[in-house]
């Protein structure tokens, strides 16, 4: 795991296709996952064997210089690490046994340390510090001993705990996994060729045929058939912080709109706690949704008070000076202040510095009273399963009550949406909710080495 000072990293986004020109595909596809990672990013085709094209940056700045291969089978990635260096851009390519794959990931593994250890000892080598490689080798391994890519997956769901949606690229051959608690969305779409991405939206450009991968699905895709097999059920652990703030508002999730989840948070949130004001206003981007249904629920105009720069990028993982960057990113219009009592919505509170910053903001453009409410319950535990929430002292909600919070960022009044609100707003059962309960999956760690 990532040390002490490290803050919070999201997710990352995957890509894979047996179709024609398969690398111009991905490279779509990864512009529209581009909110998932922007650290780095690669795509990695077959041409008689692994090409990959990889770099650090954003997808258009990695690829300027195109990509000429029509192979049709290609996997990519967009990327914030949660292990291992920055550089380590993947797709990866893990060479074991004579064989050697690549292989684009999301999630973090919760038994990384002890079983690469483990692998070690058994003389098995590793050329990185991600926590990726780890289930390229065990997959190698297990094909090796057993010849079959299914029956070494499953060994995989075996061995590896924690968070993983894979696609590999082994041997002409794309195989795609969701770990058998299904933490990471993936989503899969059959059209004029086979499909699979991180968030269904992803997948929209090429086919409307999409569903969400099954959590402990694999699929094997060779010489143009696919085939897919469901290898180990687990109570599921969706991510709810894929529906708060992660993924897509136009994505779908496990059949619930991202959109339409977003909203209801502001409609419940509205209803537990309600607020005396003139104005709704969100904390765009992600805030918007919520306050929409805020406004919607409590009869208060919604208008656009804060005005982002679009060309910063999310400063929910930005390792350093987030403090400028909120000033940078975000300016209040004064007209629709000045005089008001501000009703102020965002969908999360991490560490406190987006919030705080904006309420002084708010108050210096005029108004008269500032209520914040949050479309989420409050942060108060690390994520190990793919989201590099902060160790607990750098989130705010960690050890304060709600009202030190209010007091510690200056407004009237704060509340948040309570667990249960926010379950009637996701609409699902099956949800992972530790970093808000500290309540983790017991399959992510319950493991014996
Ligand atoms: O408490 P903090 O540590 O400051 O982080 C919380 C903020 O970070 C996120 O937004 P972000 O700016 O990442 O992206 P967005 O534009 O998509 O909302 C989130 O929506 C909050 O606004
Ligand atoms: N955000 C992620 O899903 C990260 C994947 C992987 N653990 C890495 O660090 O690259
Ligand atoms: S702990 Fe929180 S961020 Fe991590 S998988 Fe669970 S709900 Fe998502
Ligand atoms: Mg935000």
């Not at 190698?140 to 070494?152: N, P, S």
């Not at 075996?158 to 969305?185: C, H, M, Q, T």
């Not at 899969?188 to 450009?205: K, Q, V």
């Not at 009869?299 to 910063?312: A, D």
Request: aromatic content about 10%; overall charge neutral.
């Amino acid at each position: 795991m990532r040390g002490e000072s490290i803050v919070i990293r999201e997710k990352c986004g995957i890509f894979a296709a047996y179709a024609d020109n398969a690398p111009e595909k991905a490279y779509y596809s990864l512009l529209s996952l581009q909110h998932r990672g922007q650290e780095g990013a690669g795509i990695t085709f077959w041409e008689n064997g692994i090409k990959t094209i990889k770099g650090i940056g954003l997808v258009p700045e990695v690829f300027k210089g195109g990509i000429e291969s029509k192979s049709s089978l290609a996997i990519g990635h967009v990327r914030y690490s949660t292990f291992g260096s920055l550089t380590e851009v993947q797709p990866i390519e893990v060479k074991c046994c004579n064989y050697k794959l690549a292989i684009a990931h999301n999630g973090t593994l919760t038994n990384y340390l002890p079983l690469r250890e483990k692998y070690e000892s058994e003389g098995f080598k590793f050329n990185s510090t991600i926590d990726t490689e780890l289930i390229g080798v065990a997959f190698l391994k297990h094909y090796k001993e057993l010849g079959d890519e299914f029956k070494a997956m499953e060994e995989v769901f075996n061995e590896v705990r924690g968070a993983y949606s894979v696609a590999i690229l082994f041997d002409g051959k794309i195989i795609v996994a969701r770990d058998p608690a299904g933490f990471r969305p993936l989503a899969y779409g059959e059209g004029d060729g086979f499909y699979f991405a991180s968030e269904n939206s992803g997948l929209r450009m090429f086919t409307n045929k999409i569903r969400d991968v099954f959590p402990g699905e694999v699929f094997v895709v060779e010489e143009g058939e696919i085939y897919s097999k469901v290898l180990k059920k687990l109570p599921h652990s969706h991510c709810v912080f894929e529906y708060i703030y992660f993924a897509r508002p136009d994505s779908n999730i496990e059949g619930v709109s991202v959109y339409l989840a977003r909203y209801r948070m502001g409609v419940e949130l509205a209803r537990e706690s309600p607020a005396p004001g003139d104005v709704v206003i969100a904390v765009p981007d992600s805030g918007r949704t919520a306050a929409l249904g805020f406004a919607h629920e409590s009869g208060i105009p919604y208008m656009e008070g804060l005005i982002k720069n679009r060309y910063i990028g999310r400063t929910f993982i930005m390792p350093s000076g987030r403090e400028l960057k909120v000033k940078l990113k975000l300016s209040p219009v004064r007209e629709v202040i000045e005089g008001k009592r501000v009703v102020l919505v965002d969908d999360s509170i991490v560490r406190g510095t987006t919030i705080k910053r904006i309420v002084k903001m708010i108050r210096d453009a005029g108004a008269e009273e500032v209520h914040v409410r949050i479309s989420s319950p409050p942060i108060r535990y690390p994520c190990y399963m793919g989201i590099d929430i902060p160790t607990r002292h750098e989130l705010i909600a960690a050890w304060r009550t709600v009202e030190d919070i209010r007091r510690e960022i200056g407004a009237d009044s704060l509340a948040y949406l309570s667990i249960e609100g926010l379950k009637r707003a996701v609409g699902i059962e099956d949800l992972c909710m530790a970093c808000l309960t500290g309540h983790y999956p017991e399959w992510a760690f319950d493991f014996e080495l």
